[in-house]
């Protein structure tokens, strides 16, 4: 890790296949953050093991039914012993206390796969289509506290084909998320951080 890395958390749920996205755009020497650790708060999700495969450190969330706040002190926790600076959400389905996003104001991402401010929430593919529109995709957002609608850091496009099925959408878009990604999560830390870093530092 160089001085000048930020260390990242990616937070999940499922497949993982945004963060296996983001672990194999952290190899390159040139990127920004180091991903030390995965957490989900399913542990059997798929993405765990992806995670472990690839070397780096997860952490499985006990179960909801402490309540919501005992289960954010875990999570703060786990990103606090890591000395984590960046949260990257990628699939993960729970929503987080405005407490909790507040504490990490501008230091959480997230990807959804709509062209928000359109089909925030839940199967945003599958509201595009009953929408009848011609064009979908992705977007990667700063989180707030209110749910899929912070700052937009950028945006990757898709046509929706006659006859497209939710799964043909889906897979489209999930194409330009591995993409968009990694390439916002770069750009985001070198904006904010690596250029305030250098001024600090010289
Ligand atoms: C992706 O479509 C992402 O945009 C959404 O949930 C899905 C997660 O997929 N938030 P994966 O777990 O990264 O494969």
Known sequence: MSDTQKRGAILISGRGSNMVSLLHAAEEKDFPVTFDLVIS???????????T?????THALRALRQGQAAWEEELQQ??????????CLAGFMRLLSARFVERWAGKILNIHPSLLPHFPGLNAQAQALDAGVSEAGCTVHVVTAEMDAGPVLGQARVPVNAG??????????????????????????HDNWLTEDTIHAG
């Open 78 to 87: 786990v990103l606090d012993e890591a000395k984590i600076d960046l949260i």
């Open 41 to 51: 708060d399913k542990i059997e999700a798929a993405g765990l093991g992806h995670a």
């Open 53 to 57: 495969a690839a070397g780096v450190r």
């Open 164 to 189: 497209d099925s939710v799964d043909a959408l889906s897979a489209r878009i999930l194409g330009e998320e591995h993409r968009l990604y990694p390439a916002m999560v770069a750009k985001y830390v």
